[in-house]
């Protein structure tokens, strides 16, 4: 009896492991969802900044970052 408990117990964890999934705030953010109307980079640049990651994983640096190198190159 104890091993047919502990098959069960087994199984029963290993289902409610494989069956935990994480609860997604997006299925698509919606800076990408738009991205096909709104083109280009200096398009959809404004609604960049406003997410700060999405931001420094398109252009690998922070907005400080940024603002700071585009002040030297233009000022």
Known sequence: MEVEELTCVAYLYSRSRR????????WVHPLIADRSAKGLFNLFYYDLRKY????????????????????????
């Open 19 to 26: 069956t935990k999934k994480k609860k997604r705030k997006f």
């Open 52 to 75: 700060e990651d999405n931001f420094f994983n398109y252009l690998r640096m922070s907005i400080s970052s940024f603002d700071e190198l585009f002040d030297n190159l233009t000022g």
